[in-house]
DNA sequence: GTTCTGTCCGTGATGCCGCC
DNA sequence: GGCGGCATCACGGACAGAAC
């Protein structure tokens, strides 16, 4: 079926909007299915600068398409009026015709239009689309291939920028037990380490140059070992200095080590509790006890909301969300890994989301995120604004009434009954 | 300060209805 | 049948307020 694209006269046509509608017109497009072009572009979205409510009109309108349009020579066309979008998404319909052009300009659908503007469409006795006006999906049946693509190197790079950043913050902490160990070399190690931090260059080459310093001192360090072992050699009960962090391990690593490499080794109902990011310390003095009961403040609100809240329970709750972000829940690492991924899918602000992690924690907020998602991609319609509700949770979880444990085995049940029916 | 959203107003095309 | 009036739908521009 190869036909003209009609744009209205009244319509103001952009460059985007007419290679979108170029695209309308190809032959011989791929197949593919509602399903995997419903995921995929909702895996694309951050990519295709769609969000918020964008998102939501994106989400109505695939929901709305047919299954039988998405191959051979159908064609993804769907037809709904300005104010029924407004009614679904709560949103003025001035605000819904600036989505769907957002949604043409981003090079996913095509303007089809009737001579009045009006939507809608014919279908023969076949079901096939003998005359149709509205949204043309065709452009991104056209793409697939190339969106596929991009998602893929968009999430390789997410999850690479992830690694370099875990990266630097491992080899600055080693370093940072080093200088305590050797502090005649305290000064130049912590002056190259800074001097690498406040370069302007990437987060993975700044990891492989803290990788580099970090092999230097651990030769200094086996350096160090040799001439120790040397020089006390016969003596009885000698301590390796090998170690970068030695004599005060327990307490360097209550300060410094991995949250998530503890919170990997538990999946109870414990690990949420070893996941506050401020663990409360002894009091150390009057000069830092203050910033320290802030953080500790912080630290209870994240243990109440995770206190009942396994990294299974999310696992098993937040299946969509899972699949959603291509990143299995297995720990809290992949949680709060998620959460940037997660953070567009709900269109929340960086600002929100930066807010919210300073009032309820890393792990808290990530987990309320996963949740949030899982709720409107499971079903749009009942969250208008998600961001709005991510805010709302954690208000409710600062105020002491969230209970995350109750909807995610909310979540968790009708996500098993869903599978089973 | 920027972005998003809603409101108001004007334009264009068509369909429907009543009147001549 | 032709005409005029009205309603409907869709759009864009301008502006103001809210949210971030």
């Known amino acids: 079926m190869t036909e003209a694209t009609a744009i209205a006269s009244f319509r103001r046509v952009s460059p985007a909007i ?26 694309a979205a951050p990519i295709l600068g769609i969000d918020g409510t964008t ?31 407004a009614e679904y998404t709560l949103r003025s319909e001035r605000t819904v015709t600036r989505c769907l052009r957002r949604i043409v300009e981003a090079g996913i659908a095509a303007y089809r239009d009737s001579p009045t ?20 999906f065709t452009p991104a049946r056209v793409r697939l291939a190339e969106i596929k693509e991009s998602v893929d190197n968009y999430q390789r790079e997410l999850k690479a920028s992830q690694d370099a950043r875990r990266a630097v913050t491992r080899f600055s ?21 800074q001097a690498i931090m406040e370069m302007t260059v990437s987060r993975a080459e700044q990891a492989s140059r ?5 092999s230097e001192v651990l030769e200094y360090a086996e350096s160090r070992f040799d001439q120790h072992n040397m020089s006390c050699a016969g003596d009885i009960g000698v301590t390796s200095i090998i170690n970068t962090t030695p004599k005060n391990l327990s307490d360097s690593n209550e300060r410094t080590r991995s949250h998530e ?22 009091a150390v003095g009057d000069t ?57 899918m709900i269109g929340l602000s960086e600002a929100a989301w930066a807010d919210g992690v300073g009032r309820v924690g890393r792990y808290a907020a990530s987990a309320i995120l ?52």
């Open 173 to 193: 902490r080693a370093i940072i037990d080093a200088c305590e160990a050797f502090p005649e070399k305290a000064d130049s190690w912590r002056c190259a380490a």
């Open 370 to 421: 996963a949740t949030v998602l899982e709720k409107s991609l499971r079903d749009p319609e009942l969250i208008a604004k998600p961001g709005g509700y991510f805010r709302a949770m954690v208000d409710r979880a600062v105020d002491g009434s969230l209970h995350l444990s109750k909807s995610l085995y909310g979540l968790a049940e009708s996500g098993m009954n869903t599978r089973n029916g």
């Open 288 to 344: 830092q006890s203050r910033p320290r009961q802030a953080e500790k403040t912080v630290g209870d609100i994240q243990g109440a909301v995770l206190a009942a809240v396994p990294v299974g329970l999310l696992q098993v709750g937040c299946r969509a969300a899972q699949e959603c972000v291509s990143v299995e829940f297995d720990g809290w690492s992949d949680v709060v890994g998620a959460a940037e991924m997660m953070r567009r």
């Open 18 to 43: 007419l290679a979108s509608a170029r695209m309308a017109m190809a032959n011989d497009i791929p197949d593919t299915s509602k399903s995997e072009i419903s995921l995929l572009l909702k895996k």
């Open 261 to 282: 490499r503890d919170i990997k080794k538990t999946d109870d109902g414990s690990a949420a509790e070893m996941a506050y990011e401020n663990k409360p310390e002894a």
């Open 117 to 136: 503007g009006r939507r809608f469409v014919y279908r023969d006795n076949d079901g096939m689309v003998a005359s149709g006006f509205g949204l043309d």
């Open 210 to 214: 803290l990788e580099s310093l970090h």
């Open 55 to 85: 998102y939501h009109v994106l989400d109505i309108l695939l929901g709305l398409s047919r299954g039988d349009d998405w191959k051979g020579a159908g064609r993804p066309i769907v037809a709904i009026s300005n104010a029924k979008l």
